[in-house]
Every structure is written in C-alpha cells, then in structure tokens.
C-alpha cells in the first residue's frame, strides 16, 4: 500500500473518533510532504471526549514498521464505529501525536515519518 493510501486511512480513523466523541465544526490540515505527514485536526466539543485520555494512550502505541502490511489490512475497515482499542492499530502507523482539549476546543497532530 503506498503513504497517501496510508494518510487516507489514517484520517479516516480520526474523523471516526471526532464524530464518534461528539466533536464538531473541525477543520483539518494536511500537509502531505516528501519525508512525512503531518495531520491537524481542530474541533470542539462542549464535555471533554469520554474515551480521550485511551485514545491518546492508544495513539502513544510504538510505531511497527515490520508489521504494517498487517495493520494495513485492520485499519479503515468499513466499520460504522469503533472500540477505543481499535484505535491501537492506528498508533502502530504513526510516528508522534499531540492532544488537548481545553473547553471546548479539541487540539491534536500526528506525524508519519516516511522512510
């Protein structure tokens, strides 16, 4: 699978996660460059996202490289919505993430480092 089929997948999971924590008006940046994706995502949500300090642990899970054919497969299934643990495939393709939510503005920004 090539990276922008990959940058696909990827925000589609994080738009799942947006409409499933009830986040809305979000804008999105993508910045789709020769050495990485960087994705930035900003809506707002008038509670805190229930499931939000999971997703971010989820998100925190180790890049594996060798194995990414696998989760290729898994991630961006045609699944309505998700487990919170589902999200853990998505943080095996990413490199780094940063999340806040500061009433009612929900921050976050992933990068994937291409090799």
């Given amino acids: 699978m090539n990276e922008k089929e990959r940058a696909r ?13 009830d986040i809305n008006h979000i804008h ?3 910045a789709y460059e020769k050495k990485q994706l960087m994705i930035q995502l900003q809506g707002t949500a008038q509670d805190r996202p229930s499931h939000i300090d999971e997703f971010f642990d989820m998100l925190n899970t180790p890049r594996n490289s060798g ?6 497969e898994l991630l961006g299934g045609h699944k309505e919505t998700h487990n919170i643990q589902d999200f853990r495939l998505l943080g095996m393709m990413i490199d780094q993430v940063e999340l806040s939510y500061e009433k009612p503005i929900f921050k976050l920004k992933v990068i994937r480092s291409f090799s």
Avoid: M
């Fill in 9 to 21: 997948r990827i925000v589609d999971e994080l738009l799942l996660y947006c409409f499933d924590s």
């Fill in 28 to 30: 999105l940046d993508i």
């Fill in 67 to 72: 194995l990414e054919g696998y989760y290729d």
